[in-house]
Nanobody, 122 residues
Framework: QVRLVESGGGLVQAGGSLRLSCVASGRTDSSNAIGWHRQAPGKQREFVAAINYSGYTNIADSVKGRFTISRDNAKNVVYLQMNNLKPEDTAVYYC????????????????WGQGTQVTVSS
């Protein structure tokens, strides 16, 4: 079983930056894709970004140009760099992993972390 632990969330003012980290442990498979979803209060969970083993990325239109995703395969860590944050980015951010990029983006299976809260004040 894969265990994912997110960190790096917090409170930031609009226009600020945060970097989220997700560390994978247990029965990890570095060839898997890994990514991020978020869920704001009263809203459905939505896809944010994903990256495969080769470094190919898929970024949601809502954050494109502001968020970047990267991974360190040797350390089993994925990062989400969030710049120019907006109040609408406020949500719990979840890390998830699955066999392929499309599956990570779909967010219907795989393994999930417990989430980290990001709050952006106006």
């Amino acid at each position: 079983q894969v265990r994912l632990v997110e960190s790096g969330g917090g409170l930031v003012q609009a226009g600020g930056s945060l970097r989220l980290s997700c560390v994978a442990s247990g029965r990890t498979d570095s060839s898997n894709a890994i990514g991020w979803h978020r869920q704001a209060p009263g809203k459905q969970r939505e896809f944010v970004a994903a990256i495969n083993y080769s470094g190919y990325t898929n970024i949601a239109d809502s954050v494109k140009g502001r968020f970047t995703i990267s991974r360190d395969n040797a350390k089993n860590v994925v990062y989400l760099q969030m710049n120019n944050l907006k109040p609408e980015d406020t949500a719990v951010y979840y890390c998830n992993t699955d066999a392929r990029l499309s599956l990570v983006a779909a967010g219907t299976g795989g393994s999930w972390g417990q989430g980290t809260q990001v709050t952006v004040s106006s």
